[in-house]
């Protein structure tokens, strides 16, 4: 990174430290302070050499404390800024990284600070406490300054986006590539050396709490859009930490919560599925930053694992940055996987296995005590110890630390943060998750001036909290649903409101096992809804999931509408007049009845704060929503597992006659399957061509279809291919997804999609656990969905 000298000019103004006129030379900081230009020191040395000459000047205790987070104000540190107090800290002598700190966390009244805003404030406050590490500490090793970022940065009025599961229902990559960019300008303006994301764990448990914060169920998709952030992000100067590795987002049943373990994946299936996309977002994108996760795999928990932290990611993979654990992930090893007798053990074995960084909401003293004591009782390795060290130095040096430690401009934030081009930005995005699940009879869009009474309904009609959720920005207003409806009908129509129920009732989650009666409550609210409903002319029903029933911690039994949603509906529908359902959830939901009986079903996902606005659009016709699912909708939680890709015969129906025919006693089939997303208008898929059809192994396959809009109205379509096997040595997927596009098209306009299939789109992990390509003809299929085939074509491997 190239040095900024008026950022000297800047700090001489701002600071009166008694070294500032002897450590910030032209060009370069003497950071040790011993008056000469040190090779760590010089801006034209090689970052490995820079990295080896400073290591060399570190004393052990200098080396520990560059093996721990610092958990920001509000979560461990008392001070918004430096004290006298520090000085006797154990980060007197540096500190790997400051995570979250001055952000104000949303809903957390304790991390609240004056110094997240304005954006200029809080870039000063972070210059603040970087110079004092620079300048107070005897080598002045930068602070890595790190945050959330998986939908927006978690910083006070940042650029809010939606919810990742909502982020992937886009299928558009050069977007996620753009918001990636968003989130890396934005923590770069304000200070921020290291974003923690992208999440690219596949969600393949459709009870998890946590699939609102992955992209989906498949794992080139995740990858893809996985690698467009990573770019984005990467692209402005700072580091990207992609979680979490590995195999963590299917403990067992789907539990969360205090359970988080014991994934029952198979070898292949782990390298195929789980670990595919951290592969190739490391090899194709190369983020600084992997977050090594809490569960174990196969009797070893992964944050003490060799294999995971050395042997895949850094000698297979070739990751070249530093592995922070999640929080408690390490006391996790003795706590709960019991494979330690104590924390110290459980140290010494996630520092041998290839942990750089321990992160938890405690005070990091314990844990760099322990990788002391472990040196110094010769249980550990100073070798293993400056290894860890020299992956942490390196980062820093990658990402500009020792060229310039501070923000150059911190007044110039205040025109970097939530510019009105990202708000413009963020609105797009919300627009293109929405998911057209259902239109009979095309009831939507709805005509303005066709209503003289809109009933707007439902426990999500006017909520705004579930559009911020967890990890992302805070204090930004939000449109609910209600006040976009008003806003675009305005004096056109008479709108109502009724709320009709709460998400959840009382004595949930007991009554979706335990049937209990409506209580008188809730029977009043629902008659209430009806009353409305009976006078109105049509009824748009929010409902769905909010922040408390999806999410971290939030796993659940039953995939139905919670509460009394369900009876609502009903009610709503009973009333004759036509109903439309806008549905939220970070989750797919079994919402049979609704697939059944309702004429026109709206997903929303998990939108942004601009939720509103962008579903009155859609609900309207100002907007033709074109996203797709990015994760299979089972009919019951009784047919889970079930998502894509999966293995011949493992989702097949169970037939009433015939062979192995019994009778019905299952539901066969998804409620919706990968992929899937309607339009307002209709498109045609024409004219493949797969070229070669013969070729080698290693050679590239070129496949093109041609695409119309046949119908009225400008709309976008993704455009999805698959590939089959041939007859190999070891079973298949039946098929999987290897390109994805998504276009736009006005009426009558035709569009030619390219897809190029690389020798890795096609390679499987064979019988010795080898990859290689297998010999064969191939199937290429292309289409609207996973199930919606428009174009069917081959080519043959010899």
């Not at 090899?283 to 795999?297: H, I, K, R, T």
């Not at 009474?453 to 990890?471: E, F, H, M, N, Q």
Request: net charge neutral.
């Amino acid at each position: 990174m190239k040095w900024i000298l008026p950022a000297v000019a800047c700090f001489t103004a701002t600071f009166s430290f008694a070294q500032q006129k002897t450590i910030y030379q032209k060009g370069w900081i003497d950071f040790n302070k011993n008056g000469k230009k040190d090779i760590f020191e010089d801006t034209t040395q090689s970052v490995d050499k820079r990295v080896e000459d400073l290591l060399s000047q570190m004393t052990l205790e200098e080396k520990t404390c560059q093996m721990a987070t610092l958990y920001g104000y509000g979560r461990v540190l008392k001070d918004e800024l430096p004290t006298a107090a520090w000085k006797t800290a154990i980060w007197k002598d540096g500190i790997a990284n400051i995570d979250e700190h001055l952000n104000s966390l949303p809903f957390n009244p304790h991390a609240t600070s004056e110094h997240s805003f304005p954006f200029s404030k809080h870039a000063r406050a972070i210059n603040t406490v970087q110079k004092w590490f620079v300048e107070e500490t005897r080598l002045g090793i930068p602070v890595d300054f790190t945050n959330e970022g998986i939908h927006g940065l978690t910083h006070d009025r940042a650029t809010s986006l939606p919810a990742p599961i909502s982020i992937g229902a886009t299928w558009n990559k050069q977007m996620v590539r753009q918001a990636g960019e968003i989130v890396g300008r934005e923590a770069k303006a304000l200070g921020y050396t290291n974003v923690y994301a992208p999440i690219l764990d596949p969600a393949r448990d459709q009870r998890w709490g946590r699939n609102v914060e992955c992209y989906g169920e498949d794992p080139y998709l995740i990858a893809e859009l996985g690698k467009a952030m990573t770019l984005g992000i990467q692209s402005q100067g700072v580091a990207a930490t992609i979680k979490h590795f590995a195999v963590y987002s299917v403990p067992k049943g789907g539990r969360d919560g205090e359970a988080r373990t014991d994934p029952h994946v198979a070898p292949r299936e782990m390298h195929q599925l789980y670990l595919y996309p951290f592969k190739k977002v490391i090899q194709e994108a190369a983020p600084l930053g992997v977050m090594s996760s809490y569960n174990d795999w196969d009797g070893v928990p992964v944050t003490g694992s060799y294999y995971f932290l050395t042997e895949l990611l850094r000698q297979q993979y070739g990751f070249r940055g530093y592995v922070v654990s999640d929080s408690r992930a390490v006391e996790y090893i003795y706590e709960k996987h019991r494979v330690a007798k104590d924390f110290k053990e459980a140290t010494r074995q996630a520092v041998e296995a290839g942990l750089n960084v321990w992160t938890n909401f405690d005070p990091p003293d314990a844990y760099i005590n322990n990788i002391r004591e472990l040196v110094r009782e010769g249980k550990l390795s100073i070798k293993v110890v400056d290894d860890r060290v020299r992956d942490v130095l390196r980062v820093k040096f990658m990402v500009g630390l020792f060229n310039q430690p501070y923000v150059a401009d911190p007044a110039a934030a205040d025109k970097l943060v939530h510019t009105a081009k990202d708000e413009a930005f963020s609105h797009e995005m919300n627009r293109e998750l929405l998911v057209l699940l259902k239109n009979e009879n095309n009831l939507l869009p709805l005509k303005k001036e066709g209503y003289k009474k809109i009933l707007v309904a439902g426990p999500l009609a006017d909520a705004t909290k579930y559009t911020i959720s967890r990890y992302g920005p805070s204090n930004n207003p939000v449109t609910s649903v209600l006040a976009g409806v008003k806003a675009l009908v305005g004096n056109r129509a008479e709108i109502i409101y009724e709320k009709g129920c709460e998400v959840t009732n009382e004595g949930w989650p007991e009554t979706e096992i335990i049937d209990a009666p409506l209580s008188k409550e809730d029977q009043a609210s629902i008659a209430q809804a009806v009353a409305r409903a009976n006078e109105s002319d049509i009824i748009i029903a929010v409902l769905g999931e909010d922040e408390k029933t999806v999410g971290e911690g939030l796993s659940r039994t039953s995939l139905d509408l919670p509460g009394r949603q369900e009876q609502l509906l009903q009610a709503l529908y009973a009333t004759g007049k036509p109903v439309v359902l806008v549905v939220a959830t970070g989750q797919p939901l079994t919402i049979n009845w609704a697939q059944k009986y309702v004429p026109a079903i709206l997903h929303t996902g998990f939108p942004g704060p601009s939720a509103g606005r962008a579903i009155a659009e859609a609900l309207f016709g100002d907007y033709n929503p074109g996203g797709k699912l990015t994760m299979t909708y089972p009919k019951s939680t009784g047919q889970i597992e079930f998502n894509f890709p999966f293995k011949p015969g493992s989702h097949a129906d169970q037939p009433p006659k015939g062979r192995n025919g019994a009778g019905f006693t299952r539901a066969n089939g998804a409620l919706y399957p990968f992929g899937f997303g309607l339009s307002y208008t209709t498109f045609k898929y024409e004219g493949i061509k797969v070229s070669p059809q013969q070729l080698h192994s290693q050679a590239i396959v070129n496949v093109e279809v041609k695409v119309t809009n046949t119908g009225s109205r400008k709309g976008d379509e993704v455009v999805q291919l698959y590939v089959k096997h041939p007859i190999t040595n070891v079973i298949t997927y039946v098929t999987q997804l290897r390109g994805f596009e998504r276009i736009s098209l006005e009426p009558g306009q035709t569009k030619t999609v390219q897809f190029t299939l690389q020798p890795d789109d096609l390679s499987i992990l064979d019988q010795n656990m080898k990859w290689n390509v297998p010999e064969g003809t191939y199937e290429v299929f292309i289409g609207s969905s996973s199930e919606d085939i428009r174009q069917k074509g081959e080519f043959t491997i010899r």
